[in-house]
């Protein structure tokens, strides 16, 4: 059983629109949550992180925790063309003394001029 | 403000070659070191990680090896490369606090020919 999962995509949505990217993980006693982006060809940096039920809000960006689900979800508001990337959910289950974070296969993101 | 930087950003090395990739970080001690290794069109793979000088744990058994010689340096080596090893290579640093947030360098490139 996958521990982080995430739809490969691609997902499209038109400029302006709001993009919706899911993520849920196995591990039900994880604690610190985070989205990455990526840019084809560079290497992912940070957009993101959560680690309290609810929403948590950043400009365009509002990522969503649902513990009980064991849901974690990015929106971003008004797409623009150079949100056009990769994510990558991340999910730190804090089983051991260091930051081993589990990465999702990433969602491809495109959004349309 | 802490900075991370790998090199080379891009090689191109013939099978059975060695490798030698280097990661350093600055502003800030002791902290955790990761190597992740991203082949196409898949995820993250940690490969290894550290949380102090020599101290080196593996994820994954493969023709690759880590070290660490000084608190803010880590070293990605081989002895001989495999085709299976080309793929983007990525070092990161989180503060040696668990919880807390992955940071990535530049990334490398490394295609075996």
């Known amino acids: 059983q996958k521990e982080v999962e995430q739809n490969s995509g691609p997902l499209s949505v038109p400029e302006g629109a709001i993009a919706s990217l899911n993520c849920t993980y196995s591990?039900?006693?994880?604690?610190?949550f985070f989205w990455y982006r990526q840019y084809s060809g560079k290497s992912p940096e940070l957009i993101m992180f959560?680690?309290?039920?609810g929403d948590k809000e950043d400009g365009r960006f509002t990522a969503q925790l649902n513990k009980a689900s064991q849901y974690v979800s990015l929106l971003i508001r008004d797409s623009q063309p150079s949100d056009s990337a990769t994510y990558l959910c991340?999910?730190?289950?804090?089983?051991?003394?260091?930051?081993?974070?589990?990465f999702g296969p990433g969602t491809s993101l495109s959004v349309i001029p | 403000s802490q900075t991370i930087h790998q090199w080379p950003a891009t090689l191109v090395q013939p099978v059975g070659s060695p490798l030698s990739l280097e990661c350093t970080v600055e502003?800030?001690?002791?902290?955790?070191l990761y190597w992740y290794r991203q082949a196409a069109g898949r995820g993250l793979q940690l490969l290894f990680y550290?949380?102090?000088?020599?101290?080196i744990s593996s994820e994954v058994p493969q023709n690759l090896s880590a070290s660490r010689p000084q608190d803010r340096q880590f070293i990605l080596s081989s002895k001989k490369l495999l085709l299976s090893d080309s793929g983007f290579y990525l070092c990161?640093?989180?503060?040696?606090?668990?919880?807390?947030?992955?940071?990535f360098g530049e990334g490398s490139w490394l295609t075996v020919v």
């Open positions: 990161a640093w989180s503060e040696g606090v668990s919880g807390n947030t992955i940071y």
């Open positions: 591990d039900r006693g994880s604690q610190s």
């Open positions: 959560i680690y309290s039920n």
């Open positions: 991340a999910v730190n289950p804090l089983k051991t003394s260091y930051d081993k974070v589990i």
């Open positions: 502003g800030t001690s002791n902290p955790n």
């Open positions: 550290s949380v102090g000088i020599g101290q």
